[in-house]
């Protein structure tokens, strides 16, 4: 079946560093990718998704590119900032029927 | 207003109880999900409603019980409690398309003790 893998850290940084957090997917067909982001104490946001091979998504910073060469969805930040520090998730979904979360990664931003 | 909700938010109960925990989305979206995420953050797909019909069952043990009463409404009933059961249960809507996200909501942390 369909996963998603994703290094699980945890990842810790300094203010203004840069970030990547890897991700990569094994599906049939041609999954969307998603990367969701979750707060403590709160439910998953979405921060940024891609639908097809080589789009670009992109929000507050962070993006990623959807590889289906190398099935990979790496989100990266060039600066990050304290307010960052939360678990990050990969996902796919393909044709609709069920999203494939990665194990999350937990990044901490430090001052 | 909030795009998916479920109630409660906590829910500390004994072992050997039953629970229902609700969830609704004012979204229109044809599919509704249940989440399970352990102490280790690791979400897995439980239940997967369309219509109010069920097209995925993970290995869940049918202590759980799902029921969708409407489109958009997707409930969760626990019989005989167990310590295992403990975790938090997130609700889920999306449209029936694949190029589209998933809306989560806050999440229902249930400890069994």
């Known amino acids: 079946g369909d996963s998603v893998t994703q290094m699980e850290g945890p990842v810790t940084l300094s203010e203004e560093a840069f970030l990547t957090i890897n991700c990569t997917y094994t599906a049939t067909g041609y999954p969307s990718l998603f990367w969701y982001v979750q707060y403590p104490g709160e439910g998953l946001q979405l921060l940024l998704k891609?639908?097809?091979?080589?789009d670009k998504g992109s929000n507050k910073g962070f993006e990623a590119t959807y590889r289906k060469e190398t099935t990979s969805f790496h989100l990266e930040k060039g600066s990050v900032q304290v307010s960052d520090s939360a678990v990050y998730f990969c996902?796919?979904?393909?044709?609709?029927?069920?999203?494939?979360f990665g194990p999350g990664t937990r990044l901490s931003v430090l001052p | 207003d909030t795009a998916v909700s479920q109630t409660p938010k906590y829910l500390v109960t004994q072992m050997g109880n039953d629970k229902s925990i609700k969830c609704e989305q004012n979204?229109?979206?044809?599919?509704m999900y249940w989440y399970k995420q352990d102490s280790k953050k690791f979400l897995k797909i439980m239940f997967s409603y369309n219509n109010k019909e069920l097209i995925i069952n993970e290995t869940v043990p049918n202590r759980f019980s799902p029921k969708s009463p409407d489109k958009a409404h997707l409930n969760l009933h626990i019989n005989s409690l167990e310590l295992g059961d403990s975790a938090v249960y997130f609700c889920?809507?999306?449209?029936?398309?694949?190029?589209?996200?998933?809306?989560f909501g806050q999440g229902t942390r249930l400890t069994v003790v």
């Open positions: 891609a639908t097809k091979a080589d």
């Open positions: 889920a809507s999306s449209p029936l398309q694949r190029n589209t996200e998933a809306f």
């Open positions: 996902a796919l979904n393909n044709y609709g029927q069920n999203f494939v």
């Open positions: 979204l229109g979206h044809d599919t």
